[in-house]
């Protein structure tokens, strides 16, 4: 698919290539013959498609990868998932199986497994991008292989000659009662289920919910969760193919039709809820300013309720709290003077000449004013999703940055949430039991619904907010929209737009 130039590569180290080094050694352009629907997209296409084609495809797949990971951000189950991509699969990339007997079967596969290879280039580059993009192609992967057809899918992971040990019926008896633990009590009959023996690591996913037993560093999986162990597979050999493809990416820059796509493509792999900007969450009327943040804070999600109470117990904050309040205020529509003025107050016990030496520039910089290097567009940074708050830079001793719900203790946290004025014991109790299950999200949406039920009940009676804008929150800039809107119901004739700007990925 992309031509390497064979005068380029030693002959000697030719042969003897193994078939991850193939794609950097002397191309066959052929096309491929897809027997199955799935792919575990080992052999890289060869054959020739047009730009316009390397482009188009690429992006009708991030449109299907951004959708399945938002589901995920609002805790979709997998067959709310599956409703709500097969419209979006049907348009995007669809691939129907081989009984359908559709002509545009090899048609739809080539284009399943050349748009995947191109993302592959795209999303290579770093370690973010690639970890992202495997967890939601195996998102893909596991919801077509349990959509398949039973026999066909069965075909394909035949194919794949996976080296599993079939445990025979003397072990399987051997360990009757342990197998049977493992499963819950099931089979009743140890004859009624098959099992195979893998390296355990290769089935994490089993292992840390104890669903299989474990003997001699070998998992013993039972054939109904042969699902989990070919996504297991499917994960860890792109995992692995991406680090590869990452070592080979330097040979790509020399072409310069392909890498300005490639680069585009992976601007837009935006976290789905981290592309917010002001225009989405401006609140026209409002008033946004220095002096009016006090009272604006209330409708503050708790992320920036506590950087707040800190910022005003200690005339302080330190840089990576300062930088998280610093966007998600420039996202709710505090222009720059305004910015700087709020913070220039706020640090009350500092020398003017100190503030604008160690401190001004840092907030010029986040709106884009000063700087060069992520102000792509000219605007700075974006304010930090969610997402972005709970996996990176977890603070530290002494910073007050990060989520209240993950980097808080539960005493700290109740003790926090009781002093904002959430009091009542049984959402106390739901969010202990969310943070427990690490469902973060969804503790930061029960403190809405309970802090907004009047309003939230007004507008669902009335019919004023549709569904889409009373989704799950995945944005603090988000949850201020909502909470300012819903707080300003009554004396503010601004209405929702309903964009959920967080959840759609540009390209
Ligand atoms: Fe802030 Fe998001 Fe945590 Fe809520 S879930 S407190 S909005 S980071």
């Known amino acids: 698919m992309i031509r390497q130039d064979p005068s380029r590569i030693d002959p000697k180290r030719r042969t003897g290539l193994n078939h991850r080094q193939k794609q950097f050694a002397a191309p066959t352009f052929q096309n491929v013959e897809y027997k199955h629907r799935l792919n575990f997209y080992i052999i890289p296409p060869t054959s020739d498609i047009t730009l316009e084609q390397f482009e188009q495809w690429a992006i009708d797949r991030l449109r299907v990868l951004a959708e399945l990971e938002a589901c995920s951000f609002r805790n979709k189950s997998p067959a709310e998932t599956a409703t709500h991509m097969k419209p979006i699969l049907d348009k995007y990339l669809p691939l129907s199986s081989s009984v359908s007997g559709s002509t545009a079967l090899q048609n739809e596969r080539q284009k399943d497994h050349y748009s995947h290879f191109i993302l592959r280039l795209a999303f290579a580059s770093t370690e973010d991008l690639r970890r992202r993009f495997a967890r939601a192609e195996s998102m893909l992967f596991r919801m077509r292989f349990q959509a398949d057809d039973s026999k066909e899918r069965q075909a394909f992971v035949e194919s794949l000659n996976l080296d599993w040990e079939t445990v025979g019926d003397d072990e399987r008896r051997e360990y009757a009662e342990q197998l049977r633990a493992a499963g819950g009590g099931y089979p009743k009959r140890i004859e009624e289920e098959n099992y195979f023996k893998v390296d355990w690591e290769r089935v994490p996913e089993l292992v840390d919910s104890r669903?299989?037993?474990?003997?001699?560093?070998?998992?013993?999986?039972?054939?109904?969760?042969?699902?989990?162990?070919?996504?297991?597979?499917?994960?860890?050999?792109?995992?692995?193919?991406?680090?590869?493809?990452?070592?080979?990416?330097?040979?790509?820059?020399?072409?310069?039709?392909?890498?300005?796509?490639?680069?585009?493509?992976?601007?837009?792999?935006?976290?789905?809820?981290?592309?917010?900007?002001?225009?989405?969450?401006?609140?026209?009327?409002?008033?946004?300013?220095?002096?009016?943040?006090?009272?604006?804070?209330?409708?503050?999600?708790?992320?920036?309720?506590?950087?707040?109470?800190?910022?005003?117990?200690?005339?302080?904050?330190?840089?990576?709290?300062?930088?998280?309040?610093?966007?998600?205020?420039?996202?709710?529509?505090?222009?720059?003077?305004?910015?700087?003025?709020?913070?220039?107050?706020?640090?009350?016990?500092?020398?003017?000449?100190?503030?604008?030496?160690e401190y001004r520039y840092n907030v010029r910089h986040a709106y884009?004013?000063?700087?060069?290097?992520?102000?792509?567009?000219?605007?700075?940074?974006?304010?930090?999703?969610?997402?972005?708050?709970?996996?990176?830079?977890?603070?530290?001793?002494?910073?007050?940055?990060?989520?209240?719900?993950?980097?808080?203790?539960?005493?700290?946290?109740?003790?926090?949430?009781?002093?904002?004025?959430?009091?009542?014991?049984?959402?106390?109790?739901?969010?202990?039991?969310?943070?427990?299950?690490?469902?973060?999200?969804?503790?930061?949406?029960?403190?809405?619904?309970?802090?907004?039920?009047?309003?939230?009940?007004?507008?669902?009676?009335?019919?004023?907010?549709?569904?889409?804008?009373?989704?799950?929150?995945?944005?603090?800039?988000?949850?201020?929209?909502?909470?300012?809107?819903?707080?300003?119901?009554?004396?503010?004739?601004?209405?929702?737009?309903?964009?959920?700007?967080?959840?759609?990925?540009?390209?």
């Open 211 to 357: 669903r299989v037993f474990l003997k001699y560093g070998k998992a013993y999986v039972p054939g109904r969760e042969q699902a989990s162990i070919i996504v297991a597979e499917f994960t860890s050999r792109l995992e692995k193919d991406l680090e590869l493809t990452a070592r080979g990416l330097p040979r790509l820059d020399e072409d310069d039709r392909l890498a300005p796509i490639l680069a585009h493509l992976s601007a837009n792999f935006t976290t789905p809820d981290a592309s917010y900007s002001s225009s989405q969450t401006a609140l026209p009327g409002a008033d946004i300013s220095a002096r009016n943040i006090d009272a604006l804070s209330a409708s503050f999600p708790l992320c920036m309720q506590s950087l707040h109470r800190s910022l005003r117990r200690d005339a302080h904050l330190k840089h990576y709290g300062r930088l998280q309040y610093t966007l998600f205020l420039k996202g709710i529509g505090l222009n720059l003077e305004e910015c700087l003025l709020f913070w220039r107050t706020s640090f009350s016990k500092i020398t003017d000449d100190v503030y604008n030496k």
């Open 368 to 507: 884009g004013d000063v700087g060069g290097d992520s102000n792509r567009r000219g605007n700075g940074y974006s304010p930090f999703s969610c997402q972005k708050i709970l996996t990176e830079h977890p603070p530290g001793p002494g910073e007050s940055h990060g989520c209240p719900y993950r980097h808080f203790s539960i005493d700290n946290l109740t003790a926090l949430l009781q002093n904002v004025g959430v009091k009542d014991q049984e959402v106390l109790r739901g969010v202990k039991e969310d943070k427990e299950k690490q469902k973060f999200h969804l503790a930061c949406n029960r403190v809405f619904e309970y802090v907004h039920k009047q309003e939230i009940k007004k507008v669902r009676d009335e019919g004023t907010w549709g569904a889409a804008q009373l989704e799950t929150i995945v944005h603090p800039n988000e949850y201020f929209k909502r909470s300012y809107l819903l707080k300003n119901m009554g004396n503010n004739p601004i209405e929702s737009d309903g964009k959920d700007a967080d959840v759609r990925m540009e390209g």
